[in-house]
């Protein structure tokens, strides 16, 4: 049986990611810093522990560890939080909030991960979650970008340091995904329709579409896929449409 913990576990993308693996019978360590926002079904090993911390990140993949009887075949990193603030309105404590969540926990789950998979000698596949904002440049999206950009900085080394032990290492860059902590962007139809529009192909995301490409990723067919950074984004990074004057 195939073993996957997945942190962030009750956001949007994890929650659709972790329905996926069910679907494929795999087996699921479920990391959150709140159990009781965790859709969680039989058979699931949920894990409270904060991975934004070593401490956390240890804890979380020695209890799965114990629970599996080696290390998980994958993992998914979907921890993270956005931060759309003007530079000069980003605090300093929401700037070091914003890379903790996204960065630190990026290292320290790889840390805590990948060492382990090169001793047991059993291959892996390490999914993280990038943004648009790191791969071209997006208005209010500083702090994000600049770890984002990290994020995959780290991709790209991992997946050099690990290849020779069978671990791939890949990252997701989505656009605007609906999902709980996108839902007031959203709200409203006018808000809505504005953020469609940046899209090439006319919507914004769901949290099925990455967890149909994170569901490839982490899987033995995409065996020969390391170190990329996989746009998501219906064309926002890629295409510039024709746009007829009225």
């Not at 956005?82 to 605090?91: E, G, K, Q, W």
């Not at 892996?124 to 648009?132: H, I, K, M, R």
């Amino acid at each position: 049986m195939q073993t996957c913990l997945i942190t962030g576990a009750s956001g949007g993308v994890a929650t659709a990611l972790a329905g996926r693996l069910r679907a494929r019978s795999w087996r699921l360590a479920l990391v959150t810093r709140d159990a009781a926002r965790v859709n969680e079904e039989p058979g699931d090993l949920v894990i409270e522990a904060d991975v934004a911390s070593e401490q956390g990140a240890e804890l979380a993949m020695e209890r799965a560890v114990h629970a599996f009887g080696a290390p998980p075949a994958a993992v998914a990193h979907c921890a993270g939080a956005v931060l759309v603030a003007p530079l000069a309105r980003t605090s300093e404590a929401q700037y070091r909030q914003c890379l903790a969540a996204n960065l630190d926990s990026a290292f320290f789950v790889a840390r805590a991960y990948a060492p382990r998979v090169q001793k047991a000698g059993q291959g892996g596949s390490l999914l993280f979650f990038s943004s648009v904002a790191a791969g071209i440049g997006v208005a209010n999206h500083a702090a994000i970008a600049v770890a984002k950009g990290g994020v995959e900085g780290l991709v790209r080394a991992l997946a050099a340091d690990f290849s020779a032990s069978g671990l791939r290492v890949n990252a997701i860059a989505p656009g605007l995904m609906h999902t709980p902590a996108t839902a007031k962007m959203l709200s409203a139809e006018a808000s809505a329709r504005a953020i469609r529009a940046q899209y090439p192909l006319g919507r914004h995301g769901e949290a099925e579409d990455a967890a149909a490409l994170g569901a490839f990723l982490l899987s033995e067919e995409a065996g020969w896929v390391t170190g990329q950074v996989i746009a998501l984004d219906g064309g926002f990074q890629a295409v510039r449409p024709l746009v007829r004057a009225g």
